[in-house]
T-cell receptor, first 110, second 113 residues
């Protein structure tokens, strides 16, 4: 049972490039979400989904897109990377109140 | 905006001592959770306390909640070097979080052997 799997683990992007962070869960959870973690800022919610085909914005959605075509997958797309998007990104899934996190994706935008 | 403020930001203790971390929040909540994050890893759920509960225990963890003061505390008793990690409180306003939690900034706990 892998839980929540994120790829890639590390990525360096140039300003203006686009990329997709992949997230998959094998627990058949309805709810999935993406957070970013910055030093001294805790985790902030980017986007979340309550089921396949349903997504909504979190606290810091600008510059990111998501889609949820299947229960298992919830990719996060950076449309045009900016240095301010340098961060650690965590995907998470849940069914009730306990959230299960992936191991994180370290993204640097230069 | 960050819902929770945690105190202290960093805590350094010796193995065997107790560690207490505090969390304050701003709006009404349905439940409050504590998570642990080891360096370079994802967050792991520790314990959840509901708004109608005042205290909860899980192994060496004791969590209290004071809704009148909008605050919670996490006590780790008889700490071990393996407890070294960052600890975050997180709140949910609704009955089900739907994966949406508001996190505090965290307390970095270092336990020296």
């Amino acid at each position: 049972n892998a839980g929540v799997t994120q790829t890639p683990k590390f990525q360096v992007l140039k300003t203006g490039q686009s990329m997709t962070l992949q997230c998959a869960q094998d627990m058949n959870h309805e709810y999935m979400s993406w957070y970013r973690q910055d030093p001294g800022m805790g985790l902030r919610l980017i986007h979340y989904s309550v089921g396949a085909g349903i997504t909504d914005q979190g606290e810091v959605p600008n510059g990111y897109n998501v889609s949820r075509s299947t229960t298992e997958d919830f990719p996060l797309r950076l449309l045009s990377a900016a240095p301010s998007q340098t961060s650690v990104y965590f995907c998470a899934s849940s069914q009730g109140n306990t959230i299960y996190f992936g191991e994180g994706s370290w993204l640097t935008v230069v | 905006s960050q819902q929770g403020e945690e105190d202290p930001q960093a805590l350094s203790i010796q193995e065997g001592e107790n560690a207490t971390m505090n969390c304050s929040y701003k709006t009404s909540i349905n439940n409050l959770q504590w998570y642990r994050q080891n360096s370079g890893r994802g967050l792991v759920h520790l314990i959840l306390i509901r708004s109608n509960e005042r205290e909860k225990h899980s192994g060496r963890l004791r969590v209290t909640l004071d809704t009148s003061k909008k605050s919670s505390s996490l006590l780790i008793t008889a700490s071990r070097a393996a407890d070294t990690a960052s600890y975050f409180c997180a709140t949910s306003p609704g009955g089900t979080s739907y994966g949406k939690l508001t996190f505090g900034q965290g307390t970095i706990l270092t336990v020296h052997p």
